[in-house]
Structure formats: C-alpha cells, structure tokens
C-alpha cells in the first residue's frame, strides 16, 4: 500500500522561505513521478509542481514559477517542494501526490495517491 507523508509545514511570514518533504513507501519510488497540489479554503485543490521519474523534467504553476523548486531524491524516496519568497496567497493545505508514470502530470484526477497534507499559513 502506498503510503505519502509530508513534513515541512508550518506559520511563515511573507517572504520568507520553507522546504517541504514527502516520504513515500510501498511503492517502486523511481516508477512514479510526483507532484504537490494545494487547497486553500474554500478553493478547489490545484497543482503547484511536477517532476519525473528522474528528475530531470519539472513543470510548475505560473503562480509559483521563479519561486519554487521542486526536487526529488529516489535513494531516499522523498520529494521536495522548496519554496522561496512566500506570500499570503500561498496559504494552503499542501498535498503530496504520485502518479505510476514516467511522464509528469497537473491534473489531479491523474493522482493515484495522496499524502495526508501539510498546512501553510502565511502572515502578512
């Protein structure tokens, strides 16, 4: 069964920075790509960021491009979500995705795990 649990979260101001982690199990790590969504309240959820089985393809939201970096490390079966220069409109439930493909994916019905989310709250 696979398994997705994220760390990382937590209050920041704007502008300042944190580092999400996705530690996944139960799964052949370097057969899925990955990916973080978010949902704000009482917004539907949406992507963020992508990347492939390697690491050598990502793609990202027009909202956090030039301020997020997404990363992956299949030795360790984790992925990561950079973020830098964060603001208010950033506040969200962050969530942690995979897909058992090679090729990487913003839409979430493409999802086939999720992970339980990790929230970011950024003051003003």
């Known amino acids: 069964q696979v398994q997705l649990v994220e760390s990382g979260g937590g209050l920041v101001q704007a502008g300042g920075s944190l580092r999400l982690s996705c530690a996944a199990s139960g799964l052949t790590f370097s057969s899925y790509a990955m990916a973080w969504f978010r949902q704000a309240p009482g917004k539907e959820r949406e992507f963020v960021a992508t990347i492939n089985w390697s690491g050598g393809l990502t793609s990202y939201a027009d909202s956090v491009k030039g301020r997020f970096t997404i990363s992956r490390d299949n030795a360790k079966n984790t992925v990561y979500l950079q973020m830098n220069r964060l603001k208010p409109e950033d506040t969200a439930v962050y969530y942690c995705?995979?897909?058992?493909?090679?090729?990487?994916?913003?839409?979430?019905?493409?999802?086939?795990?999720w992970g339980q989310g990790t929230q970011v709250p950024v003051s003003s």
């Open positions: 995705a995979a897909r058992r493909s090679l090729g990487v994916y913003t839409l979430t019905s493409l999802v086939d795990s």
